[in-house]
């Protein structure tokens, strides 16, 4: 079978020779419908974050069951599935809550399908247990394979920060790229709070209008920090959603930020932060959330199901793999850019 394979830094290649695994035991073998593109691949291929291994790309993967273990059972040939990304070891207390993104086992672990292990950039992925499935019913796995990450993710933060987004607040959605799109639309449905968006091209700024962004605002402007004050007023954005993390849009978050506000970074920007305790209003929680729990992907796929968010998808052949991390690292994707085998 075909597959993406990350074989090193800077070096991914379309292999035709891939075996079709056969599923034992818990494992369930998936047809994929389609894999989404997450920047976090470029952070792997550029930066070499998962170094040492080679495997099959793809953490943001949907498709059909086709073939199940002996052991597997409520799941029939067919189905249409999500893959929830962060594998963890499934017993541990955080897994016991679904929460496997904080598996105590995580620091001995690959980080699951596509981040160490062999993901869903391919005709065919084996996951490791039916516990990782969520249904998706009549969702079509090319439409919905980022909900696993670009609309888990956001919900994710966004729901730790809920009871601080009322109607009288700004949040602030820094980077309008795969997350961010549905993070804002996201905002738009399950809080009250008025949605500022930043990002540097004036396409994706509009963009960020039509998801429900009220103001938008370009990072790269020296002022944009002084932008966004102007909006908010004395009491600034109770809530940062930094979806960039480098040490420019850390830095306009802290500026940006309010007292007993949340900064949020979700973005692998690879950006730093000197603590200082002039530099940071009074109670603000900085946090780094990583990826979400597997009943919060159920809630997404509600949310996606009644139509609350919608993935702008840009759909691309496994062999234009390269083509489509090119268009990436230049910010050209607009909203998600998914392979289908
Ligand atoms: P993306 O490439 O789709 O989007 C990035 C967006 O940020 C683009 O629209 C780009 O124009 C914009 N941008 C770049 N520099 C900017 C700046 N200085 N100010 C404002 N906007 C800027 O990326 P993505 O797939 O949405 O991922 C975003 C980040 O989140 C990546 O670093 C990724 O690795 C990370 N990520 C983290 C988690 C997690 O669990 N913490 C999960 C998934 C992705
Ligand atoms: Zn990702």
């Not at 500022?196 to 994706?204: F, G, L």
């Not at 480098?246 to 306009?252: D, G, K, Q, R, Y």
């Not at 496994?318 to 289908?340: C, F, H, P, S």
Request: hydrophobic share 40%; charged share 25%; with cysteine.
């Amino acid at each position: 079978m075909k597959a993406v394979r990350f074989f090193g830094h800077k070096d991914v290649r379309v292999v035709n020779d891939m075996e079709k695994p056969s599923p034992k035991g818990e494992e369930v073998l998936l047809k994929i419908g389609g894999a989404g593109v997450c920047h976090s691949d470029l952070h792997i291929i550029d930066e070499g974050t998962v170094g040492g291994t080679v495997f099959t790309l793809g953490h943001e993967n949907a498709g059909w069951i086709e073939e199940v273990g002996e052991s597997v059972k409520g799941y029939k040939k067919g189905d249409a599935v999500l893959v929830y990304g962060p594998w963890g070891c499934g017993h541990c207390k955080p897994c016991q809550q679904s929460k496997e993104n904080y598996c105590d086992h995580q620091s001995e672990m690959a980080y699951g399908g596509g981040l160490g292990l062999n993901g869903g950039m391919a005709d065919y992925m084996l996951v490791p247990s039916a516990r990782l499935l969520v249904p998706i019913f009549d969702l079509e796995p090319v439409v919905a394979a980022p909900l696993t990450d670009a609309a888990l993710t956001p919900y994710s933060a966004i729901k730790r920060s809920l009871p601080k987004l009322m109607a009288d607040e700004f949040v602030v959605v820094i980077g309008v790229g795969g997350l961010g799109h549905v993070a804002l639309q996201i905002l738009r449905e399950i809080s009250g709070a008025t949605i500022i968006a930043c990002d540097v091209t004036e396409e994706k700024l509009s963009f960020a209008k039509e998801l429900g962004a009220a103001y938008t605002i370009n990072s790269k402007d020296a002022d944009a920090a002084e932008q966004i004050q102007k909006i908010t007023g004395i009491k600034k954005a109770k809530v940062i959603l930094d979806f960039v993390g480098a040490t420019s849009t850390i830095e306009l978050g802290t500026k940006v930020v309010s007292l007993d506000g949340d900064l949020t970074i979700v973005g692998l920007g690879g950006g730093h932060y000197q603590y200082s305790m002039n530099g940071l209003p009074f109670g603000v929680s900085m946090t780094n959330p990583y990826w979400g729990s597997r009943t919060e992907l159920m809630e997404v796929v509600g949310l996606a199901r009644q139509k609350k968010i919608h993935i702008e998808i840009e759909k691309y052949k496994l062999d234009e793999a390269n083509e489509v991390y090119e268009r990436m690292r230049q910010g050209k994707i607009k909203g998600r850019a998914v392979l289908v085998p």
